[in-house]
């Protein structure tokens, strides 16, 4: 079956220290991927999306990075982490045309 | 570029009656179109879709939608609210044609249903 990890489900980290979220996703091959942020409940803001190994299209110019080093895990990174990256960040795959999959979420805190 | 509104930030509705969340959508083609819900501290779930043929679409938990082309329009809806409603709706829409389709939400309406 299909299923998607996304971990780690809780953070929180001080200003300037790094970040690395993981999205793995299982049962599929060479699908699309996609990060998303909703900041304080609300709106989701997509910030990017590979559409295979190495390919990472940025939505939105920020303090965040995406890699895709294997087929079915997308990671996120940020190198010295603002306050305003908190927020809600939810990975995504698109299983089909018109079907997508979202992880549980990692709600990271920024202090 | 595509884009979805949902005008209302906040929909409060008494428990037993029908509800509606609104949603308009701009995108280029014939668009898909989604209804997500998210309960705190959660990821989203999926409601329902519409891809192509009848423009009432029937979800989960007793909603549904309808797609109304010429008003651009997607409107969630249900005919009698439950309290275990109450959440956070997101509407999404993706052109649905190109490989690197990406779904883009609207900001989200809060629904309380108030017993």
């Known amino acids: 079956s299909q299923t998607i990890h996304q971990w780690p489900a809780t953070l929180v980290q001080p200003v300037g220290?790094?970040?690395?979220?993981?999205?793995?996703?299982?049962?599929?091959?060479?699908?699309?991927?996609?990060?998303?942020?909703?900041?304080?409940?609300?709106?989701?803001?997509?910030?990017?999306?590979?559409?295979?190994?190495?390919?990472?299209?940025?939505?939105?110019?920020?303090?965040?990075?995406?890699?895709?080093?294997?087929?079915?895990?997308?990671i996120l990174s940020s190198k010295k982490l603002l306050l305003s990256d908190s927020g809600f960040y939810l990975c995504a795959y698109k299983r089909a045309r018109g079907n997508y999959t979202f992880g549980s979420g990692t709600r990271l805190t920024v202090v | 570029a595509q884009s979805v509104a949902q005008p209302e930030d906040q929909v409060n509705v008494a428990e037993g009656n029908p509800l509606t969340v609104k949603c308009t959508y701009s995108v280029s083609g014939n668009p898909y179109l989604f209804w997500y819900v998210q309960y705190p501290n959660r990821g989203l779930q999926f409601l329902l879709k519409?891809?192509?043929?009848?423009?009432?679409?029937?979800g989960s938990y007793g909603f549904e939608?309808?797609?109304?082309?010429?008003?651009?329009?997607?409107?969630?809806?249900k005919p009698s609210a439950l309290v275990s409603d109450s959440a956070l709706y997101f509407c999404a829409v993706s052109p649905g044609t190109a490989r690197n389709e990406k779904l883009t939400f609207g900001t989200g309406t809060r629904l309380t249903i108030i017993p």
Do not use: M
């Not at chain 1, 989701?44 to 965040?64: A, D, K, R, T």
């Not at chain 2, 939608?65 to 809806?77: I, P, R, V």
């Open chain 2, 50 to 58: 519409y891809i192509t043929g009848d423009n009432l679409v029937k």
């Open chain 1, 17 to 74: 220290s790094p970040l690395s979220l993981e999205c793995t996703v299982e049962g599929t091959s060479n699908p699309n991927l996609y990060w998303y942020r909703q900041a304080a409940g609300r709106g989701l803001q997509l910030l990017f999306y590979s559409v295979g190994i190495g390919q990472i299209s940025s939505e939105v110019p920020q303090n965040l990075s995406a890699s895709r080093p294997q087929d079915r895990q997308f």
């Open chain 2, 65 to 77: 939608a309808e797609f109304n082309k010429s008003q651009t329009s997607f409107h969630l809806k």
